[in-house]
T-cell receptor, first 110, second 113 residues
Framework: GIQVEQSPPDLILQEGANSTLRCNFS?????LQWFHQNPWGQLINLFY???GTKQNGRLSATTVATERYSLLYISSSQTTDSGVYFC????????????FGAGTQVVVTP | DSGVTQTPKHLITATGQRVTLRCSPR?????VYWYQQSLDQGLQFLIQ???????AKGNILERFSAQQFPDLHSELNLSSLELGDSALYFC????????????FGPGTRLTVL
């Protein structure tokens, strides 16, 4: 099945810093989602981004489908950005089945 | 708020017991998905239903079963529970059968003692 790798596994940021999270996937995909899991366990949709660039406030994402990677940018980080960021792509055997990466644990310190 | 609801939020039970987790999808969504998140396995797909029919299956144990009812809500039944079944169980929904944004509910945290 499709492999999804995220880097870095952990990130510690000071409030106000910028960061880039990466998601590599091993096969062609027709969509990609980014999620934020907050410290209370909720999975929050950030982006549905099969290709191109999208922005939502201080967050933006870029997917380069032909090169099989996606990037999530966090600018001017805040403590509320802490949590785990996951990317997920459809499995090659079933579009409905999302294959998740292991996540990037982000801690933003005041 | 994603619009997907799950009950209960927390469940504590003993080994060997059976529990039922419930999910209501977003209004208008026909597909429901179940995922399990455990510390050692990460987020794993369990099963998908579309408009009442099973559509895709992941590494779901034989002790687990699910169904989607005519009103589109879904239930995940876990039986003969083991300590290793302790996890966060998420339900997600989407408009169609695949290739669409999946919206996740708040999850049910199951603890098996």
């Amino acid at each position: 099945g499709i492999q999804v790798e995220q880097s870095p596994p952990d990130l510690i940021l000071q409030e106000g810093a910028n960061s880039t999270l990466r998601c590599n996937f091993s096969d062609s995909v027709n969509n990609l989602q980014w999620f934020h899991q907050n410290p209370w366990g909720q999975l929050i949709n950030l982006f549905y981004i099969p290709s191109g660039t999208k922005q939502n406030g201080r967050l933006s994402a870029t997917t380069v489908a032909t090169e099989r990677y996606s990037l999530l940018y966090i600018s001017s980080s805040q403590t509320t950005d802490s949590g785990v960021y996951f990317c997920a792509v459809p499995s090659t055997d079933s579009w409905g089945k999302l294959q998740f990466g292991a996540g990037t644990q982000v801690v933003v310190t005041p | 708020d994603s619009g997907v609801t799950q009950t209960p939020k927390h469940l504590i039970t003993a080994t060997g017991q059976r529990v039922t987790l419930r999910c209501s999808p977003r209004s208008g969504d026909l597909s429901v998905y179940w995922y399990q998140q455990s510390l050692d396995q990460g987020l794993q797909f369990l099963i998908q239903y579309y408009n009442g029919e099973e559509r895709a299956k992941g590494n779901i144990l034989e002790r687990f079963s699910a169904q989607q009812f005519p009103d589109l809500h879904s239930e995940l039944n876990l039986s003969s529970l083991e300590l290793g079944d302790s996890a966060l169980y998420f339900c997600a929904s989407s408009v169609a059968t695949g290739g669409n944004t999946q919206y996740f509910g708040p999850g049910t945290r199951l603890t098996v003692l």
